[in-house]
């Protein structure tokens, strides 16, 4: 048991030293990831489909994660609730292709995967007590400044109505 501890401070270390290093780029562009989920503005519209930038974050993330594990810096840690998943996934498959609107369906189906796929993210990378707590603090840094917009876009909205941030940030209903 100690010498695998000292391997893995070793290999902590070596991390340290190499900020480039994949699984380092990987690891903090995860966190990003985590940061961004507060923000669902400003979207992109590609095929008359609204994207977030949290989107396109974790379709990077995703295919690094991925190189890493093919590379041998990640290993991936298998669940058994992943076989819910996969039985889920491959209903909602099923369905699509039954579906009578292929395109709206697969957007859908796509948005599983997207989901499904940040739960195997966090499992595989916030592996360790020290990791969890580095997510949730990041999370709740991003939700803190989504909080933060909701108060000054309620004070500006009584003190100033006519401000044009409150374009950006209260929703066409009001």
Known sequence: ADSSRKMS????????????????????????????????????????????????????????????????????????????????????????????????SGVKLLSQFYLIGLAVLTFNLADGERELRKVIAVWLAGTFLTILVGIVTILLFYVQPQNDLLNFTTSIYG
Not at 22 to 40: D, E, H
């Open 9 to 104: 401070e070793t290999d902590e270390q070596i991390e340290k030293t190499n900020f480039f290093s994949l699984k380092n780029i990987v690891r903090f562009g995860f966190l990003l990831l985590i940061f961004s989920l507060a923000f669902l503005s400003p979207a992109i519209r590609i095929q008359n489909q609204k994207a977030a930038i949290t989107d396109f974050i974790f379709a990077a993330v995703f295919i690094l994660w991925v190189a890493g594990i093919l590379l041998g810096q990640f290993k991936f840690r298998f669940h058994r609730f992943y076989w819910f998943l996969i039985f889920y996934l491959a209903a909602m498959t099923l369905s699509v292709i039954f579906s009578p609107d292929l395109f709206k």
